[in-house]
C-alpha cells in the first residue's frame, strides 16, 4: 500500500476567531493559527477526521471548535504546538449551529439544528438536552448568549418562521421576531443583553429591542445575503460580511437607528463567510469562500484626513493674507515637512504638519492663470512651470525652510504643455514637450545639487506624441504616450532620431512606466500601465531597437495610473473606479485602501512608499484640498487563498521552473487563470498572476512543451499563452492568440482540447470538441499567431467530454469519449501527413483548406452513461490503453489496436462498475504509467496498480475539496505529489 500524507490545502475559509493576538482560522478540518502581529502563520493542526471547522469560541486558554455533527474541546497550546488533535474529537447526534462555554467554565452548551442544546462536559458527556416544548422549527442559524449563570439565551434563526428568543434556564420562549423574508442567518444578542441584531437573504440588518422584542431599525446597504455579524465597541456598531465579499460596519445611533459607517471589499468573487473584531486594536478578521483571511484596520486614527481648504473657503488661512474669491488651487506637493502648493493667482503657499499652519513663501505673477507642479520627494525638490516656458526650482529643508531656488527659461519653444522631472543616478532630469509639432522635443540636464544647467538635448518631436510619463535608465529617456506609444531618446547619441513602439498595450494613454530589470544580454524590463486598465512588461533591446511583450493583463476594473513592486515584491497598482480613488494589491488580488475623492478628473497626486510605510494621497474636490494618509496597510492578508470559486482544471510542468519551483496553473468557475509557484517540499502554492482574459467559466487549461499553456471555457472560447521565466523579478505569462469562434455570439462550451507538435517546427495541430459534438482540428501558425481550420465535423447530437491525440503504426488517430458511453476513434493521418510534408518542403506557409471529419473507424460502448475522464497510455506502436471514469461511477480499461490488413479491434479489458459510490470526474496516470489516480464526487481519492490487465486499488482517502474535479501529479524521485482541484486545492505526497 501507498503512504499518503497531506501536504497543504486551500479553500474556502468558513470561521475565524481572534484569541488576543492570535487568529484561528477554519479550512476544512483544519485550524491555521496565525500571528496578527506579523501575519506569520505560527501551525496548522487537524481537528475533525472528516467534517469541516464550521465555528470556533474562546474562553481562555480553552477552545471549543465544531462543524458538522463533530465538536473538540482543546487548549490553545494544544493547537500551537500539535499537527493532530483529531482524537479529541466528540460526535453529535444532530448538526451543530452553536457551541459555547458556561458560565460556570466546566461545560459546554452546544445548539443542534432541531433548536435544542446540550449541556455536557468538556469530555463530551451529556448532562442533560433542552428544548421548548411545541417548538418544531429547524434552525438556519443560532447562537447562544451567556450573560451568567442564571441568564442564558438562545438565539435561533429558523429556516421559514423568523427568531425565537427563549430562555435556557426556564425553557421558556421570550420573543418571535417576524419582518425578515427569508431564511435567518445570523442572530446575536449584545454584550449587555439588551439588543439582538439579526440578518439574513433579504439583504437587510435588522436591530431588535431584547426586553420587548421591538423591531428598533432596518439597515440597507448589502448587495447581497448577508452571512454573519456581530456587535463590536461596546455594543455601538455592528460589523456584518455577505455574499457582496464586503465587510460593513454600521453604527447605532443614539435613536437606535442603524447608519452604514465604512465598506471594506476583503473578499473576491463571492461570499465573505465569517467575521471577529479585535476590540483592543479595533481590527476585523474576515475570511471568504476565496479562502483569504484578512485582517482590516478599523481604526480611522490608522489614517489621516484633512481638508485644508481652497479658494473660496476661509479654512486656508495664511497668516494676514486673504485669498481671493475667484483663487483655487492649482497644484499640489507633498514633502517630509508638508504640502506646497500654487494658487491659479501665481502665490505659492506651504502648510507644516509640525504646527498645522499656512505661510506665504513667495508671489509669481508669471504663474497667473496656468501652472502645473510636481516634484521629487526624496529631494525637498518642486518644479513650478508656465505655458510660456518659466520654471521655477525651488528645494526646501527637513523642517520647510527654503534653502535653493532656481529659475530657467525655454525660450526655444512656442508654447510648454508638459514637463517630466526624474532624478537619474548623479543627473536631475526636465523632459519639456511642446504642443507645436514643430517644436522640438527637450530634455535639461541639472547639477541635483546646485540645480545649474549642465546639458540641454532636443530631438524632433515624433508624429502623433503626446508625453505623459518618464523613466530614464543608462542615458535613455523612455517617455509614454497617448496612443499607448512608447518613445526612446538616447542621450548619449543626441543625433539619432528617437524609437518609437506603437501599441504596446490595448487602450489610449500610458499612464505610468518604470524600470524592473536588466537581463545578461543587456535588454531592459519595464512595467508600463494603460488608463484604460491595462498594464503590461515590457522587455527593450535599446541596441537592436526592439521590443517584445512578456505579460499583459488588466485590472478588474477602474482606471489605471500607476504600479510598481513593493519592498515584497507584490505588484502594487492604483486608480480611480467610479467615485474612489484605490490601492489594490494585484499580486494578492487584495485592495489595500480607498478613499472617495470624486473620480479621477481633479488635482490629484498620490505618494506611496514613504518612509515609516506612509502613503499620501491629496486631491482637490469642492475647491478643497484634502489629504488622505494611510499609516501602513489598512489590510493585511494572512493567507491569500487562490480562486473565490471551483477549480475546474490544473495543470503544471514536471520539471524546476522558476528559483527551484514549480510552475502551476489552475483554470476556475471564477473566469480567472492563476499562474502560481508550487514548493514540491511544503506544498506551499503561491500566486502570482491573476489573468482575466476569459469572459466564461473556465473548463480546461493544460501546459504543452514547457513555456506554453491553453486554456479554455464556454463562449467557444480558447486562449494560447506563453510563459517566460528567464527574468529574475517573476515568470511571466502573456495571451498569445485566440481560437476563431463560430459565430459572433457564441454560446458552446470547448469541452476538452489536445494538441500534437512537429518535430523541428514551431506550428503544432490543435483538435477541439465541443458541447454539440462538433470536432475540429486546427494548425496553430507561430509566425502570425494564428489558427487555420483544417478538419471540421460532428459526432452525433451529444455532448463531447474528452480528445486525445494518439498514434497508431506511425499514423495520426483521434479518440473522443461522449456522454453516450462510448469511446470512438477517428483516423487523420490524411490530414497530418499532408501538413507535415508542406512543413518539410518549405510551403508550410500556404493555407490548407477546410476538409470535412471522416467517419470514425471504431467506437466502443464501455459506460452507462458519459465518460467523464480519460487518460491514455501506448502500450506498442499498434495499441494503445484507455482508462475510462464515467457517471455511472464505473472504472474501466479499453483496449484499441490494429490488427492485420489494417484493420481496428476495440476490447474492454477490466471493468469496476461499483469502482466509486458517485460520478468518477477525473484520472489521471502516473509512476510512468503503472499507478492510477482518480476522484469523484463523493471526495474520495482512490489509487490503482494498472501494471497488469487488472485495476488493483492501492490506496484510498477521502478529501476536504468539495466538489472535486480535477487531479494532476507531479513526479519526483521515488515520488509524486498529487494535486487536487474542486471548492479549493489540496496538496499530497504520494511515496512509491
Known amino acids: 500500500m501507498a503512504l499518503l500524507s497531506e501536504l497543504s490545502h486551500y479553500g474556502p475559509s468558513i470561521c475565524v476567531k481572534f484569541v488576543r493576538e492570535k487568529v484561528l482560522a477554519g479550512y476544512g478540518p483544519f485550524v491555521h493559527v496565525y500571528d496578527s502581529k506579523n501575519g506569520q502563520l505560527l501551525n496548522v493542526v487537524r481537528i475533525f477526521h472528516i467534517n469541516k471547522v464550521h465555528g470556533i469560541s474562546v474562553k481562555n486558554e480553552t477552545i471549543v471548535i465544531y462543524g458538522g455533527k463533530s465538536v473538540c474541546v482543546v487548549k490553545l497550546l494544544a493547537l500551537m504546538e500539535k499537527k493532530d488533535v483529531s482524537s479529541d474529537e466528540k ?88 419582518g425578515h423574508e427569508g431564511s435567518i442567518f445570523s442572530v446575536k444578542t449584545s454584550d449587555n443583553g439588551k439588543l439582538i441584531a439579526s440578518c439574513s437573504d433579504d439583504r437587510s440588518i435588522k436591530l431588535w429591542n431584547f426586553e420587548d422584542g421591538r423591531l428598533l431599525s432596518t439597515a440597507w446597504g448589502h448587495t447581497a445575503r448577508i452571512w454573519d455579524l456581530q456587535f463590536i465597541c461596546d455594543n455601538k456598531r455592528i460589523a456584518s460580511v455577505s455574499e457582496d465579499s464586503t465587510c460593513r460596519i454600521w453604527r447605532i445611533l443614539e435613536t437606535s437607528e442603524l447608519v452604514l459607517e465604512e465598506t471594506y471589499n476583503v473578499h473576491l468573487i463571492k461570499s465573505s463567510w465569517g467575521v471577529d473584531v479585535n476590540e483592543e486594536k479595533l481590527v476585523a478578521a474576515t475570511c471568504g469562500n476565496d479562502g483569504k483571511v484578512v485582517l482590516t484596520n478599523l481604526n480611522q486614527d490608522g489614517t489621516m484626513r484633512q481638508s485644508l481648504g481652497s479658494g473660496l473657503s476661509s479654512e486656508l488661512a495664511v497668516r494676514d493674507m486673504e485669498l481671493g474669491e475667484t483663487e483655487i488651487i492649482k497644484g499640489a506637493f507633498w514633502l517630509e515637512f508638508g504640502i506646497v502648493v500654487v494658487t491659479s493667482m501665481g502665490r505659492i503657499l506651504k502648510y507644516s504638519n509640525s504646527n498645522s499652519e499656512w505661510s506665504a513663501i513667495t508671489e509669481e505673477p508669471r504663474f497667473i492663470s496656468f501652472s502645473v507642479m510636481t516634484g521629487i520627494q526624496s529631494q525637498g525638490l518642486i518644479l513650478i512651470w508656465s505655458s510660456s516656458g518659466e520654471l521655477l526650482l525651488m528645494r526646501f529643508s527637513q523642517n520647510g525652510e527654503l534653502i535653493q531656488r532656481k529659475n530657467l527659461s525655454i525660450r526655444s519653444m512656442s508654447k510648454i504643455m508638459n514637463c517630466l522631472l526624474v532624478l537619474s543616478g548623479s543627473d536631475l532630469m526636465i523632459a519639456i514637450e511642446s504642443p507645436n509639432s514643430r ?24 508624429l502623433k506624441f503626446v508625453s505623459t510619463c518618464l523613466a530614464v535608465l543608462d542615458e535613455k529617456l523612455v517617455v509614454g504616450s497617448r496612443f499607448s506609444s512608447v518613445a526612446v531618446f538616447d542621450m548619449a547619441c543626441p543625433n539619432n532620431e528617437p524609437v518609437v513602439w506603437r501599441n504596446l498595450t490595448p487602450g ?27 498594464y503590461a512588461f515590457v522587455l527593450l533591446d535599446f541596441k537592436k531597437k526592439s521590443f517584445s511583450v512578456l505579460h499583459n493583463n488588466r485590472v478588474s476594473k477602474g482606471f489605471l495610473e500607476g504600479a510598481f513592486y513593493n519592498e515584497s515584491g507584490d505588484y502594487i497598482t492604483y486608480g480611480f473606479r467610479s467615485s474612489l480613488f484605490y490601492v489594490f494589491n494585484e499580486t494578492k488580488q487584495q485592495e489595500i485602501a480607498t478613499e472617495v475623492c470624486g473620480g479621477a478628473h481633479r488635482l490629484w497626486k498620490f505618494f506611496p512608499n514613504l518612509e515609516n510605510d506612509v502613503s499620501i494621497f491629496l486631491y482637490v474636490r469642492a475647491k478643497k484640498l484634502h489629504v488622505k494618509k494611510f499609516s501602513g496597510l489598512r489590510t493585511i492578508v494572512l493567507n491569500t487563498g487562490i480562486h473565490g470559486r471551483e477549480i475546474r482544471d490544473l495543470t503544471l510542468i514536471n520539471k524546476l521552473n522558476f528559483k527551484g519551483l514549480y510552475l502551476l496553473c489552475t483554470g476556475s468557475e471564477d473566469t480567472t487563470v492563476k499562474l502560481n509557484l508550487l514548493d514540491s517540499k511544503t506544498g506551499s502554492i503561491k500566486t502570482v498572476w491573476t489573468q482575466r482574459k476569459h469572459t466564461s467559466g473556465l473548463q480546461r487549461c493544460k501546459f504543452f512543451g514547457s513555456n506554453f499553456m491553453i486554456s479554455s471555457g464556454a463562449r467557444e472560447e480558447l486562449f494560447l499563452w506563453e510563459v517566460n521565466t528567464s527574468m529574475n523579478s517573476n515568470p511571466y505569462i502573456r495571451m498569445l492568440a485566440s481560437l476563431p469562434t463560430s459565430s459572433d455570439s457564441p454560446d458552446l462550451r470547448i469541452m476538452d482540447f489536445d494538441f500534437l507538435g512537429f518535430e523541428h517546427f514551431n506550428d503544432f495541430l490543435l483538435a477541439t470538441a465541443y458541447s454539440d459534438s462538433a470536432i475540429k482540428v486546427w494548425r496553430y501558425k507561430q509566425k502570425c499567431s494564428k489558427f487555420e481550420l483544417l478538419v471540421s465535423g460532428h459526432y452525433k447530437d451529444c455532448c463531447l467530454l474528452n480528445i486525445k491525440f494518439t498514434m497508431f503504426d506511425g499514423k495520426l488517430h483521434l479518440i473522443v469519449s461522449a456522454t453516450d458511453g462510448m469511446l470512438i476513434l477517428w483516423d487523420l493521418n490524411i490530414v497530418y501527413s499532408s501538413l507535415y510534408e508542406r512543413l518539410i518542403s518549405g510551403s508550410g506557409a500556404e493555407s490548407l483548406p477546410t476538409q470535412s471529419l471522416p467517419e470514425f473507424v471504431s467506437r466502443i460502448s464501455v459506460h452507462k452513461a458519459g465518460v467523464r475522464a480519460i487518460d491514455v497510455k501506448a502500450l506498442s506502436s499498434k495499441q494503445v490503453r484507455i482508462f475510462s471514469g464515467g457517471d455511472d461511477n464505473a472504472l474501466a480499461m479499453t483496449d484499441f489496436k490494429i490488427i492485420e490488413g489494417n484493420h481496428y479491434a476495440c476490447e474492454v479489458i477490466c471493468r469496476n462498475q461499483s469502482a466509486s459510490a458517485s460520478t468518477i470526474t477525473s484520472v489521471g496516470l502516473f509512476q510512468n504509467g503503472q499507478t492510477l489516480a482518480t476522484t469523484s464526487v463523493d471526495q474520495k481519492v482512490q489509487f490503482y496498480n494498472v501494471s497488469e490487465n487488472e485495476l488493483n486499488i492501492v490506496g484510498k482517502r477521502a478529501t476536504t475539496v468539495a466538489d472535486t474535479g480535477c487531479l494532476a501529479a507531479l513526479e519526483l524521485e521515488e515520488r509524486a505529489m498529487i494535486l487536487i482541484g474542486g471548492m479549493g486545492l489540496s496538496v499530497w505526497n504520494y511515496e512509491y
Open 91 to 178: 460526535r453529535c447526534h444532530e448538526w451543530i449551529i452553536d457551541a459555547v462555554f458556561h458560565a460556570d467554565d466546566k461545560r459546554i452548551l452546544i445548539l443542534t439544528s432541531y433548536n435544542q442544546v446540550i449541556t455536557c462536559g468538556y469530555d463530551g458527556s451529556i448532562e442533560s438536552v433542552t428544548g421548548i416544548l411545541g417548538e418544531k422549527a429547524i434552525l438556519y442559524s443560532g447562537s447562544i448568549r451567556v450573560l451568567s449563570k442564571n441568564e442564558i439565551y438562545v438565539n435561533a434563526g429558523t429556516v421559514l418562521e423568523g427568531i425565537i428568543i427563549w430562555d435556557l434556564i426556564k425553557e421558556k420562549t421570550l420573543l418571535k421576531l417576524t
Open 508 to 534: 489610449d494613454a500610458i499612464s505610468s512606466i518604470s524600470f524592473v530589470e536588466c537581463t545578461s544580454d543587456e535588454k531592459s524590463l519595464f512595467s508600463v500601465t494603460n488608463r484604460d486598465g491595462f
Open 439 to 462: 517644436d522640438p522635443f527637450m530634455c535639461v540636464k541639472l547639477d541635483p545639487k546646485t540645480l545649474d544647467k549642465t546639458m540641454q538635448l532636443s530631438w524632433p518631436k515624433p
